[in-house]
């Protein structure tokens, strides 16, 4: 009974889900206005159930530690964000949505979180240590990944679209399993940093606190649940999340219709539902000055949203039929290669300051003025 009180916030999702799949048609009959009010209620619901399946992967982050701790995270954000995908999709949406949606997850990943963090670390502590070994080999992951599934496709020929597309699926495939038993394996200690014991007192070096910075001592462990009560409580806000994406998706689609709204709007709002979980913890680790968890967030979402979204998608054009626009804009390559080229500078030394942490969020500001500029 304890953790079923501690689940309270899902009744909200839960609830919302029950409202959604009585009154769908009603609320469609009602208008634009009771469509948009309508989704911007699921979208709330989602981002509640998101919350809820991203405090659960912490929980399991931190029994198992980094860096497998990091990929429990980043692959719940990531699940969460190709549901929604998928769902939209199928439902007939922009063919340009999953290339907008994850650009703008890279945007907010790692000029977003990562700046901020950055900023707001640096503000408190000045130089902010972290390995450098994981910066370098999450930025030319990325910088690849990218490359093959996104740039590239400018020039593949439209009627040779499926051989490329499955050529993407096999090397995404191949380069996140060598990149997998690198992070697990051998070069494990690529994405850790071994801070030093209680100095000065400060609160990150307590005893019982995760590379988050969230502190858990042996009794909130007990009354948080076991392992398969957090799995449990994953799947299953998963499987909710899913419900209220569906409806989503049609009250949205409703309700921005002849507006002329960019598409990237949807696609922001999709990429920042997946990353609204990561974007807390990762600016509670840069405030108890654990830059290495911000680096594992940031730029390991980055490239599971590049690396995971991609086959996924591909996969379910080649079944469709239907192919995605998955090339760039030159605008956003542009602002693709900036961000890589200022992350592979900044993330350099081992270091992070509030210079650095700036440069990355005028970046991101930068980002959402394009969009609401529709470029």
Do not use: C
């Not at 931190?62 to 999709?89: F, Q, R």
């Amino acid at each position: 009974m304890s953790r079923i009180r501690q689940e309270r916030l899902l009744l909200l999702p839960i609830f919302a889900a029950i409202l959604a799949l009585i009154l769908e048609h009603t609320v469609l009959e009602a208008g634009r206005t009771a469509s948009l009010l309508g989704a911007a209620a699921l979208i709330a619901a989602i981002v509640v159930g998101s919350m809820r399946v991203a405090h659960h992967a912490e929980i399991l982050a931190h029994k198992v530690g980094d860096p497998y701790g990091t990929m429990i995270l980043t692959l719940s954000a990531v699940a969460v964000e190709v549901l929604i995908l998928a769902i939209m999709m199928n439902n007939g949406a922009s063919p340009t949505l999953v290339r907008d949606t994850i650009y703008s997850a890279v945007m907010l990943d790692i000029n977003g979180i990562l700046g901020l963090a950055a900023l707001l670390g640096g503000l408190k502590h000045g130089e902010q240590p972290y390995n450098d070994d994981s910066g370098k080999t999450y930025g030319v992951m990325i910088l690849t990944a990218m490359g093959i599934s996104m740039i590239v496709p400018e020039f593949v020929p439209t009627d040779r679209w499926q051989y490329y597309s499955a050529f993407t699926i096999g090397a995404m495939i191949a380069l996140y399993a060598l990149f997998l038993r690198m992070q697990v394996g051998t070069h494990s200690y690529f994405f850790s940093y071994s801070y030093p014991g209680r100095q000065s007192g400060r609160p990150w070096d307590q005893p019982g606190e995760t590379e988050a910075g969230e502190s858990h001592t042996a009794d909130e462990e007990h009354t948080e649940g076991s392992t398969l009560w957090s799995i449990g409580v994953i799947l299953f806000g998963v499987v909710l999340i899913g419900v209220l994406a569906e409806v989503m998706s049609v009250l949205m689609d409703a309700g921005l219709e002849g507006t002329g709204a960019p598409v990237a709007l949807t696609a922001i709002l999709v990429a920042g539902i997946s990353a609204a979980p990561e974007i807390l913890t990762a600016l509670r680790a840069a405030l108890r000055n654990r830059m290495q968890a911000v680096v594992n967030i940031a730029m390991g979402a980055s490239l599971s949203t590049v690396i995971l979204t991609v086959p996924v998608m591909e996969a379910i054009a080649l079944y469709t039929g239907q192919p995605f626009v998955m090339a760039m804009t030159p605008v956003q390559t542009t602002m693709v290669a900036i961000t890589l080229v200022a992350a592979a500078i900044n993330l350099n030394d081992g270091e992070t300051n509030a210079i650095e942490g700036m440069t990355h969020f005028v970046l991101f500001a930068t980002f959402i003025m394009l969009a609401f500029l529709g470029l």
